[in-house]
C-alpha cells in the first residue's frame, strides 16, 4: 500500500465534468440564502401570497403586501420615501406604483451576487467587484432576469481582468500601485458594462429564449420525466449540485417569477428517490449496507444531504435504474397535477420542500407531497427486486470481501486494534473504478507504515471536503469533532471546505472515494483518507487513534 507517493493528478471526463459543475454550482449555492430570502418575500406579499390581496387564507395585510410586495398606489397609500415607478392598470392607464421588494431583488440583487461570487472564484475581490459592474450592463440591458448572464459574463469579466492585471505585473513604480490598481479596474469594468449592455445582452436574450423554449417543449409533450434518465445517474456521480443550481435554479427562477412556482426546482431535489433506495436496503440489503441504512434515511430525508444514498447506488450500480424511474414518476406526478416549488429548497430536505410548497398554496402541497411518496414507492419498489434478486450473491461476496479487507488491513499494521474489529461488523469496499490506490489508502496504514514522512505528520488540522463543502462533509466533520471530544484530545481542529477551496494547509483530508482524486490535486502534500459514508466510516476510529498516539508521544 502506497503512504508516500506523489498524487497522480488526475483526468477523465468524469473529473472534467464535477469540475464544471463545481464551478456552476459554487456561483449558486453561496448565495443560496438569499434565493430563500426572495422566496420567503414572494410567498408573503405577492397578491397571491399569504398576505397579498388574493391570499388563498384570506390574510391579506393592507397596505404592507401592496410596497413590499410592489404595485400598490403610491397616491392611496401614501408611504413616503419608498420608491416607486410607472405602472399600468388593466385598463391601460398608469399611476405611480411602489417597486416593492420582489422584483428589485430577482432583477438586480441576486444576479449580481451570483456575478461577484463567479467573479471572486477566479480572480478573487478583485474579479469579483468588475465583474459585478460588468454584469450591471447586462442586467440593463435586458428585460428578464439575467441569471445566466452573470453565470457567464461574471467569471469572464474577472479573467479579463486577470489578464490584464499580467500586461503590467511587476513594472508599475512604488507609490502608484493603488492608483493603477482601482483605476485599471474602475475603466475595464466600464468598457465590459458598455460591451455587455450592447453585445452579451441580447445574445444572452437569445440564449434565454432557446432554453425557454426547450423547457416549453418538454412540459408541452410531457417529456420532463425523461430528464431523470440523465439527472439521476448524475446526482450519483456527485454532479448533484451542478444540476440543480447551475441549471435548474437559474431557468427555474424565472419561471416561478412568472407563475410564482416551478416544476425545476424539483427534478433533482424531490428527496422520494433517495429516501426509496435507502428504504429498500434497510429491508432487502446485506451486511454495512443494511445496517447504517436506517441510519442514513434521517439525514437524507429530514436532513437533505442527498450525498448521503450515493455510495449505496454505486455499490450495486442496478438500482440507479429505481432511482431513476422513481424520480421519472415524481415528476410526472408534480406535471400532471401541476406541482411546484415558488423557490429552490436547498438543501434537498422534506421540511426545505414543505416550505418551498405551501407558498403556492395548500393543494400545490399535497401535490409536492404526493410526488414525493410516489417516487420513493417507485424506487423502492424497484430497487426492492433488484436487491432481492442477487440477495444471495450478495450476502457471499460480502462475506469475501469483508475478510479480505480485514486481513489485508491486518496485515499492513502487524496488529490487531480496535477499529479492525469493527470492521469485521462491515464491508469494507470501495466504489469507483477511477479511484487510485493512493487515494484509497488507509490511516491505518500511516500508522504502522513504514513510511516516516506520512507516520509521524502531526495531525492538528483535519479538513473533510465535499462538492459543495455544505452539505455531506459537514455532516462528517460533526461526526468526528464529536469523536475526537469524546477521546478527551485538544489542539485539533476538524472543518468542512469545498473541494475547490482546499489550499493545502489541511494536515489530513477525508473525502468521498469519488472526489478523492480532485481532492489530491487540489491538496497534494496532506494525507488523504477516502470513506464510503460520511456518516459513519470505521476509519474514524481509525483516525482518532492515529491523533491519540501523536498526542501520547508529545
Known amino acids: ?23 456552476l454550482s459554487g456561483m449558486i449555492m453561496p448565495n443560496i ?7 420567503f418575500i414572494t410567498m408573503l406579499f405577492i397578491p397571491a401570497g399569504f398576505f397579498g390581496a388574493n391570499s388563498p387564507f384570506g390574510w391579506h395585510w393592507a397596505p404592507v403586501a401592496e410596497i413590499l410586495g410592489g404595485g400598490g398606489n403610491a397616491a392611496t397609500i401614501n408611504w413616503p420615501g ?26 438586480y440583487l441576486l444576479p449580481l451576487l451570483i456575478a461577484n461570487t463567479g467573479g471572486r472564484i477566479v480572480y478573487g475581490a478583485r474579479g469579483g467587484v468588475v465583474a459585478t459592474i460588468a454584469v450591471m450592463g447586462v442586467i440593463v440591458g435586458t428585460n428578464i432576469p439575467m441569471f445566466l448572464g452573470a453565470m457567464i459574463m461574471g467569471p469572464l469579466a474577472a479573467w479579463v481582468t486577470k489578464q490584464m492585471d499580467k500586461l503590467w505585473d511587476g513594472k508599475i513604480r512604488p507609490g ?29 436574450l ?86 447504517s441504512a436506517p441510519g442514513a434515511i434521517i439525514i437524507q ?7 448521503i444514498y450515493f455510495p449505496y447506488a454505486l455499490a450495486k450500480p442496478m438500482t440507479i435504474l429505481a432511482l431513476i424511474a422513481g424520480g421519472a414518476s415524481g415528476v410526472a406526478t408534480n406535471m400532471i397535477f401541476q406541482g411546484g416549488l415558488a423557490f429552490p429548497a436547498a438543501p434537498g430536505s422534506i421540511i ?74 462491515r464491508a469494507a469496499g470501495t466504489t469507483g473504478s477511477g479511484t487510485t490506490e493512493a487515494a484509497d489508502r488507509d490511516v491505518d496504514a500511516a500508522l504502522g507504515g513504514a513510511a516516516g514522512a506520512v507516520a509521524t505528520k502531526q495531525l492538528n488540522n483535519i479538513v473533510f471536503a465535499c462538492d459543495a463543502g455544505m452539505g455531506s462533509s459537514a455532516m ?10 469524546k477521546a478527551g484530545i485538544d489542539g485539533v481542529t476538524v472543518t468542512n471546505q469545498a473541494i475547490a477551496n482546499l489550499d493545502g494547509s489541511a494536515d489530513l483530508v477525508i473525502t468521498q472515494n469519488q472526489l478523492t482524486d480532485r481532492a489530491k490535486a487540489q491538496s497534494p502534500d496532506s494525507l488523504h483518507v477516502s470513506v464510503d459514508n460520511f456518516m459513519n466510516s470505521p476509519k474514524y476510529d481509525e483516525v482518532v487513534e492515529m491523533v491519540r498516539a501523536q498526542h501520547e508521544a508529545k
Do not use: C
Open 1 to 23: 500500500m502506497t503512504t508516500t507517493s506523489p498524487a497522480k493528478k488526475p483526468g477523465g471526463a468524469r473529473i472534467a465534468v464535477q469540475r464544471f459543475g463545481t464551478f
Open 33 to 39: 440564502a438569499a434565493f430563500i430570502a426572495w422566496g
Open 82 to 107: 419608498a420608491m416607486t415607478a410607472l405602472t399600468a392598470n388593466e385598463d391601460g392607464s398608469t399611476y405611480q406604483g411602489y417597486v416593492g421588494l420582489v422584483s428589485v431583488m430577482i432583477t
Open 176 to 204: 502608484f500601485e493603488m492608483l493603477v490598481n482601482n483605476f485599471s479596474a474602475g475603466i475595464l469594468g466600464m468598457i465590459l458594462a458598455i460591451i455587455g449592455f450592447f453585445a452579451f445582452g441580447p445574445v444572452f
Open 206 to 291: 437569445g440564449i434565454s429564449a432557446v432554453l425557454g423554449s426547450i423547457v416549453a417543449f418538454l412540459v408541452q409533450f410531457n417529456l420532463l420525466p425523461v430528464l431523470s434518465i440523465i439527472v439521476e445517474p448524475a446526482k450519483v456521480l456527485f454532479l448533484n449540485n451542478a444540476i440543480n443550481h447551475g441549471v435548474f435554479t437559474p431557468l427555474g427562477i424565472e419561471q416561478a417569477a412568472e407563475s410564482g412556482k416551478s416544476i425545476l426546482f424539483l427534478i433533482e431535489a424531490n428527496p422520494g428517490p433517495g429516501l426509496g433506495l435507502l428504504l429498500a436496503f434497510t429491508f432487502f440489503g446485506v451486511g454495512a449496507a443494511k445496517a
Open 301 to 307: 430525508f429530514l436532513g437533505g444531504i442527498h450525498e
Open 352 to 425: 426545505a420542500v414543505t416550505v418551498a410548497a405551501i407558498g403556492a398554496g395548500p393543494a400545490n402541497l399535497l401535490v409536492v407531497y404526493l410526488s414525493v411518496v410516489v417516487a420513493a414507492v417507485v424506487t423502492f419498489l424497484v430497487a426492492g427486486i433488484i436487491l432481492r434478486a442477487s440477495r444471495k450473491r450478495d450476502q457471499e461476496a460480502e462475506g469475501d470481501s469483508f475478510a479480505a479487507a480485514i486481513d489485508q488491513t491486518a496485515a499492513n499494521k502487524g496488529k490487531e486494534s480496535s477499529a479492525l474489529g469493527a470492521l469485521r461488523t
Open 476 to 485: 462528517g466533520a460533526s461526526v468526528l469533532r464529536n469523536k475526537i471530544k
